[in-house]
């Protein structure tokens, strides 16, 4: 990525669709008690869209999607979905279903009576009920297993059972309460992009409750990061990465280094921040609603933006530092550098092994320069 | 050093397979010393016949003088269970007494393991106590208590004087009515106590995913919770049902002269007619009407143990 990239970060737009909002949350609060669940959130999501809502255990992102399925009630604000007021509407009569994290399957039942479960309840003609589970299983690749019990079935079985059983009504929203948790790596990464097929296939509005980063990043077109109840970004996957608004998102989503430094003069665009390790300065693209000249800053790169190389580079380069390589993890397909600036700061620096001899350039103790492009350096309110 | 060690070891082995053995043999033991022997010996008086002595029935071994040894068993009390209307009719009423009750004690003691399922963890534990906390009191006094409230001149229809329900008082002591109160609050904790272990296990998920399925709370009650709490209800209701049909204390107090149950019949050829052999013959078709009963609740037990494994 290079030019300024920066704008990304400005007011998200609705990803697909662009039109009036689909479903949209206004000014949504949960209390349990004292306790604050949800604190006044605000989103508009849009018809088809793939909507993360990610962030630590504890952050309201659950909470938050058990009201649109009507399992909580707001304690204030109000949900619209394509222009219907949910809040007077009982879970049992929301055009809405839900992915449970445990699934929820009804053990008693087998596979088929499972997904037609929902269909039998809105009295759908048998021959229909019949058709659509045999679709729905289908879509999920269960159809030799029609007649298992949940309990005869593996983790990931269940999975796409469960998934069938939600996707069978045709609602108008789904929601995935962290539907892959229980599953393992591999099959998690590969249910991943099946799950987008899906999405893209029904075309219904999905909406994912997840703590995976790496999971929201691969499946959703935005991304709500929350942090205590409260939405601290709504952005597609690469402006949460590449243009995180607080330090906060810059540190949930990826690794990160930041650097605190004093705001100095805007030069024609850029914005220079004095640091003491780097003899030429920091410099980071200004922002428009960003800190003043005086002010304390954050400045944030990314362990792969930052070049790692023996030779200084020339002199007066900004976004320059030097320090001595204390560990170098080989992971494969990239290694990690962990530098020690001179100062005692530690500065990761990720390299592509290009090469498959590469690692041996740079080895363990060894002085090295960090530099990286101006474009690279993400300016955050300390 | 280690020819030592070679000779220990067969003997520690030998003293290991004793322990094994008589922790297997325990149980079995036990059964065959309260169970198997008992019933041997009911069997041996019911092919008996009456005499007037100690004890009141013949011998089953007689070795007259200078004869063998003598057989003597005969087939007479169990013709008369047959014969006699009576005691097919007092099995008949016995397990038609014992199937009601179980069902009104299901009646109330769903809704009481519901409850005690659903009401917050901390209280649990105490509701629980409050369920097994009758039986810190003799049974026999709390049936008497029952007479105490069920009486003509009794707490209840005290009451429902006082407030005005009745003039004349209800006639409840000493009819089925009774009976039935009688057994269902006796029984009501083997109800009770499986049901709300089966229910407190539910994922209460389960009820979510019926709702958002579209099931309104009372269509995913039948669905939902009473399927999956049929283990719990198989279990209370034969636990309720077997000692029902044998109850003698009961229907001996609180019911009427013409409630005919098997208990009160086998406690009169015993006690009153000083009939030995036919009360064991009694006792011993007792035994054989339980046994598909019991066999059916072993068994789905069993089945019940293996889907959980």
Redesign the interface.
Known sequence: MSGRTQDVGGEAPLAPGNGDAFLRIEGVSKNFGAVVAVDDVSLDIARGEFFALLGPSGCGKTTLLRML???ETPSGGGILLDGVDLAAL????RP???M?Q?Y?????MTVAGNVA??LR??RVPRAEIAARVAEALALVELSPLARRKP?QLSGGQRQRVALA??LV?RPKLLLLDEPLAALDKKLREQTQFELMEIQQRVGITFVIVTHDQDEAMTVADRIAVMEEGRIAQVDTPAAIYEAPRSRYVAEFIGDVNIFEGRAQAVNGGDLAVALAEAPCGLAAPARADGPAAGDTVLLAVRPEKIEIASAPPPPGTVNAIAGQVTEIAYLGSTSTYRVRLDSGRMVVSTQTNRLRHGGEAIGRGARVHLSWPVEASILLRA | MSGERDRRKPARAGWGLIGRGSVIASPYLWLLIFFLVPFAIVLKISVAEVRLAIPPYTPLFAWPEGGSLELFAVGDNYRLLIEDSLYIRAYANSLKIAAISTLLTLLVGFPLAYAMARAPRAWQASLVMLVILPFWTSFLIRVYAWIGILKNEGMLNGVLRWIGVIDRPLVILNTDIAVYIGIVYSYLPFMVLPLYANLVRMDRSLLEAAADLGCRPAGAFWKITVPLARPGIVAGCFLVFIPAVGEFVIPDLLGGSGTLMIGRTLWTEFFSNRDWPVASAVAVILLLVLIVPIVLFQRHQQAQREREA
């Open positions: 399925a009507g399992f009982p879970p049992y009569r809405v279903n839900m449970f445990s929820a399957l009804f053990p008693h479960f929902g309840q809105d309990h059983r939600s009504k």
